[in-house]
């Protein structure tokens, strides 16, 4: 199938081959009909896209603060590579279309195969010929409505929330600035909320269309205080919607002089936002910003998971605010098709954007994209990118996952080991697939993995995804024979674990990403010492908020089953044994913005006598050093700070090394999971492996309990 991709880094936009998209249980696959190009919102992002890296570090001097941050700490060299990594990220355009359901997700009910919908969400609802919809971000569109007007549900969602927040009265008079798409749609919903409706903008023919489609006055933005005064008989607006799109502070100003006392500026476009203090203060307006197309928006739990807020606590949600916005067409209370200037065929969708860039030197307002009918699915389940042979003697690397760190990280870093052919990648979208499989150069790429694992010529998988998708396919890897390197954890949950071992024979590998053991500080570290050991690990982990998915714990597991297993890996590398009892115990606080095990003190004892103690801490201040190691015995002490110095304090003489990059082990770690396949002995043994997951659990367990936990494996 075909999905419109534009690269973030050069700009560039194109038309794609990319994999359709898989059906998850809380959704519906779309086949798209019709698609509208926001002609404010994309033309934003494609001129963003297309800026120089000097321009766009201008644009955002809070991420380049980040990168100087990032920088200071790992290194020069290992920063770049990860910025220009995440620069290189594909993006998908669109966000909002009509069209009809293909397939069907378990859990959802009320939609059904050949149902037209209506869909909106960036990332969602997509220029593709086929996307995947949560089931709280599509409705069904009413047979009086056709598709080109239901095309429209999002930027309809966006001014009617507007509108909602602005709370206007039968009889009010109300000013719009600003007449793109999103003011002539506020104009329409204020005239069928009763309102009389005074509106401005700097295009002539848009403020003709407005007073076409029942505006009762439009004037340019210049005379807009003036005629405001003369609208409302000197007493001003009783609420301003600044739909307009500028840097410019002259709206909110604006709006502040046209407003009677305590009336009501809402703000849905993006404007300079320097409150004039005096006027807004002297007339107790207030002010009040728009969020996009609703409660629900940028909530995961409710756009992803498919959790409904109650309707009687919030009775226009996203998903209520298309149904509304789709029944005043149904109506003919709005007329989103009088907006439209310009259609274009799919296949030609690159002339929308030469219109957006002003290389068609034409007028425009509404751009409508239409699709062909009649898609069959298992066509798109794998793109072939190339027919080159694959040597089955080799490593031939079947991918799944390609989120940031696999980008940054995993890869860059695979690439620079001989031996590995990258042959078959799976990611969760066409997107994602396609501009990862071209940068790497992978044969095939897909969004269901089990194309992978079926794959004859693919005989090692790496697994990526999020958290709670690891033990799935790792058990699928051992069943099918395949070497498996997963990223860490190795699972989420002890079920999975004992699952997994079940499943364990020893025939196939399987390697957990545990990259710190195979660093060479830690491999110094390890050399200097022997039999029973102390050691003090303390990582400044900074905060990760509740929001994020690796605090779910249906999907991350937490940061200590997610995180904590690295440095007890690390802990159990340099002692030479398995953990045989854990004690951990937490920060008690009252601001639970993060979770309190997000703080924790753990103690491990080893079956060999040794000891070691892990502080991970994510409420402390992020310009300290993440990681710092203390290693005491055998007349030995040691220091690691953050894989970039080594001190070793020994027979009374101290020893410095110090690098200008982190070395955290990747390359290592993937050298030796190569050596393993080619007949070496198993780089972690899986005992080891799994005598650290468990002891997540544990460390879980006597958080929970107060207690000592001893690890009975």
């Given at each position: 199938m075909k999905q419109?991709?534009?690269?973030?880094?050069?700009?560039?936009?194109?038309?794609?081959?990319?994999?359709?998209?898989?059906?998850?249980?809380?959704?519906?696959?779309?086949?798209?009909?019709?698609?509208?190009?926001?002609?404010?919102?994309?033309?934003?992002?494609?001129?963003?896209?297309?800026?120089?890296?000097?321009?766009?570090?201008?644009?955002?001097?809070?991420?380049?603060?980040?990168?100087?941050?990032?920088?200071?700490?790992?290194?020069?060299?290992?920063?770049?590579?990860?910025?220009?990594t995440k620069l290189d990220t594909p993006i998908p355009l669109g966000y909002s279309l009509a069209g009809k359901v293909i397939k069907v997700g378990e859990n959802l009910s009320g939609i059904n195969i050949g149902d037209r919908v209506a869909c909106g969400g960036a990332g969602y609802a997509n220029h593709a010929e086929i996307n995947y919809i949560p089931k709280n971000l599509m409705v069904k569109i009413p047979d009086e409505v056709d598709d080109i007007d239901a095309s429209f549900v999002t930027v309809g969602a966006i001014a009617l929330q507007g509108v909602r927040q602005a709370a206007p009265l039968l009889g009010e008079k109300i000013a719009v600035m600003g007449l793109g798409l999103l003011g002539q749609l506020t104009v329409q919903l204020l005239k069928a909320n009763g309102c009389k409706v005074i509106a401005s903008d700097i295009d002539p023919s848009k403020m003709q269309l407005a007073k076409k489609l029942g505006c009762d006055e439009a004037c340019h933005a210049s005379e807009l205080i003036q005629r405001a005064n003369a609208f409302t008989g000197g007493?001003?607006?009783?609420?301003?919607?600044?739909?307009?799109?500028?840097?410019?502070?002259?709206?909110?100003?604006?709006?502040?002089?046209?407003?009677?006392?305590?009336?009501?500026?809402?703000?849905?476009?993006?404007?300079?936002?320097?409150?004039?203090?005096?006027?807004?203060?002297?007339?107790?307006?207030?002010?009040?910003?728009?969020?996009?197309?609703?409660?629900?928006?940028?909530?995961?739990q409710y756009e992803e998971k498919g959790i409904d807020y109650p309707y009687d606590l919030v009775r226009f949600t996203e998903q209520r605010n298309f149904e509304s916005f789709l029944g005043l067409i149904q109506e003919g209370k709005v007329t989103p098709k009088a907006l439209i200037t310009h259609y274009y065929e799919f296949d030609d969708a690159m002339s929308a954007y030469d219109l957006l860039e002003g290389k068609i030197k034409e007028k425009y307002l509404g751009i409508v994209l239409k699709y062909k009918a009649n898609l069959y699915l298992k066509d798109h389940a794998v793109i072939k990118r190339y027919e080159k042979s694959v040597g089955l003697d080799k490593i031939n690397v079947g991918l799944i996952g390609a989120g940031n760190f696999t980008k940054s990280v995993i890869l860059p870093n695979l690439q620079k080991v001989d031996g590995f052919s990258l042959v078959g990648l799976c990611t969760a979208t066409g997107v994602s697939a396609e501009g990862t499989g071209k940068k790497y150069d992978f044969k095939y790429i897909t969004t269901n993995s089990d194309e992978l694992f079926a794959n004859g010529e693919i005989n090692t998988v790496f697994i990526t995804t999020k958290h709670n998708d690891h033990a799935n396919k790792v058990i699928k890897a051992i069943n099918n024979k395949k070497h498996c390197f997963v990223e860490k954890p190795l699972c989420i949950t002890q079920e999975e674990l004992e699952q997994i071992k079940l499943a364990y024979s020893g025939q196939s590998l399987v390697q957990v990403g545990f990259n710190r053991r195979f660093s060479p500080m830690i491999k110094k570290m390890k050399d200097q010492i022997f039999g029973q050991i102390s050691i003090n690990y303390r990582i400044n982990a900074g905060v990760i908020p509740k929001d994020v998915w690796i605090q779910d714990r249906q999907i991350g597991g937490g940061r200590i089953i997610g995180e904590v297993c690295h440095f007890i890996d690390t802990c159990s590398y340099l002692i030479g044994s398995d953990v045989s009892s854990v004690f951990a115990t937490t920060v008690s606080k009252s601001d639970q913005s993060i979770p309190d095990e997000d703080n924790v003190n753990i103690v491990l004892n080893y079956k060999n006598g040794s000891t070691a103690v892990i502080n991970y801490y994510a409420y402390g201040d992020t310009s300290m050093l993440k990681e710092y190691i203390e290693v005491f015995g055998n007349g030995i002490s040691m220091q690691m700070n953050d894989f970039r110095e080594l001190v070793v304090y020994k027979k009374g003489k101290i020893t410095k090394e110090k690098h200008a990059n982190q070395d955290k082990g990747f390359i290592g770690e993937f050298k030796a999971f190569k050596d393993a396949i080619n007949g070496a002995k198993p780089a972690i043994d899986f005992s080891s492996i799994y005598n650290t997951t468990l002891c997540t659990f544990k460390i879980l367990e006597s958080i929970k309990s107060k207690s000592l936990i001893n690890i009975n494996e």
């Amino acid at each position: 199938m075909k999905q419109l991709i534009q690269s973030f880094k050069t700009g560039e936009l194109g038309l794609f081959d990319v994999p359709a998209p898989l059906c998850l249980d809380n959704g519906a696959l779309v086949q798209t009909t019709a698609s509208l190009v926001s002609a404010g919102t994309e033309k934003m992002l494609v001129d963003f896209a297309k800026k120089s890296m000097i321009q766009k570090a201008k644009d955002r001097p809070d991420l380049v603060k980040q990168v100087i941050d990032k920088m200071k700490k790992e290194g020069v060299k290992n920063t770049l590579e990860k910025v220009f990594t995440k620069l290189d990220t594909p993006i998908p355009l669109g966000y909002s279309l009509a069209g009809k359901v293909i397939k069907v997700g378990e859990n959802l009910s009320g939609i059904n195969i050949g149902d037209r919908v209506a869909c909106g969400g960036a990332g969602y609802a997509n220029h593709a010929e086929i996307n995947y919809i949560p089931k709280n971000l599509m409705v069904k569109i009413p047979d009086e409505v056709d598709d080109i007007d239901a095309s429209f549900v999002t930027v309809g969602a966006i001014a009617l929330q507007g509108v909602r927040q602005a709370a206007p009265l039968l009889g009010e008079k109300i000013a719009v600035m600003g007449l793109g798409l999103l003011g002539q749609l506020t104009v329409q919903l204020l005239k069928a909320n009763g309102c009389k409706v005074i509106a401005s903008d700097i295009d002539p023919s848009k403020m003709q269309l407005a007073k076409k489609l029942g505006c009762d006055e439009a004037c340019h933005a210049s005379e807009l205080i003036q005629r405001a005064n003369a609208f409302t008989g000197g007493r001003g607006v009783d609420a301003v919607i600044v739909v307009a799109s500028t840097s410019s502070n002259q709206p909110i100003i604006d709006a502040a002089e046209i407003s009677r006392m305590r009336g009501r500026v809402v703000l849905v476009g993006m404007v300079g936002m320097d409150v004039p203090r005096n006027v807004y203060y002297k007339k107790e307006l207030e002010i009040k910003l728009s969020m996009a197309y609703g409660p629900g928006r940028y909530d995961s739990q409710y756009e992803e998971k498919g959790i409904d807020y109650p309707y009687d606590l919030v009775r226009f949600t996203e998903q209520r605010n298309f149904e509304s916005f789709l029944g005043l067409i149904q109506e003919g209370k709005v007329t989103p098709k009088a907006l439209i200037t310009h259609y274009y065929e799919f296949d030609d969708a690159m002339s929308a954007y030469d219109l957006l860039e002003g290389k068609i030197k034409e007028k425009y307002l509404g751009i409508v994209l239409k699709y062909k009918a009649n898609l069959y699915l298992k066509d798109h389940a794998v793109i072939k990118r190339y027919e080159k042979s694959v040597g089955l003697d080799k490593i031939n690397v079947g991918l799944i996952g390609a989120g940031n760190f696999t980008k940054s990280v995993i890869l860059p870093n695979l690439q620079k080991v001989d031996g590995f052919s990258l042959v078959g990648l799976c990611t969760a979208t066409g997107v994602s697939a396609e501009g990862t499989g071209k940068k790497y150069d992978f044969k095939y790429i897909t969004t269901n993995s089990d194309e992978l694992f079926a794959n004859g010529e693919i005989n090692t998988v790496f697994i990526t995804t999020k958290h709670n998708d690891h033990a799935n396919k790792v058990i699928k890897a051992i069943n099918n024979k395949k070497h498996c390197f997963v990223e860490k954890p190795l699972c989420i949950t002890q079920e999975e674990l004992e699952q997994i071992k079940l499943a364990y024979s020893g025939q196939s590998l399987v390697q957990v990403g545990f990259n710190r053991r195979f660093s060479p500080m830690i491999k110094k570290m390890k050399d200097q010492i022997f039999g029973q050991i102390s050691i003090n690990y303390r990582i400044n982990a900074g905060v990760i908020p509740k929001d994020v998915w690796i605090q779910d714990r249906q999907i991350g597991g937490g940061r200590i089953i997610g995180e904590v297993c690295h440095f007890i890996d690390t802990c159990s590398y340099l002692i030479g044994s398995d953990v045989s009892s854990v004690f951990a115990t937490t920060v008690s606080k009252s601001d639970q913005s993060i979770p309190d095990e997000d703080n924790v003190n753990i103690v491990l004892n080893y079956k060999n006598g040794s000891t070691a103690v892990i502080n991970y801490y994510a409420y402390g201040d992020t310009s300290m050093l993440k990681e710092y190691i203390e290693v005491f015995g055998n007349g030995i002490s040691m220091q690691m700070n953050d894989f970039r110095e080594l001190v070793v304090y020994k027979k009374g003489k101290i020893t410095k090394e110090k690098h200008a990059n982190q070395d955290k082990g990747f390359i290592g770690e993937f050298k030796a999971f190569k050596d393993a396949i080619n007949g070496a002995k198993p780089a972690i043994d899986f005992s080891s492996i799994y005598n650290t997951t468990l002891c997540t659990f544990k460390i879980l367990e006597s958080i929970k309990s107060k207690s000592l936990i001893n690890i009975n494996e």
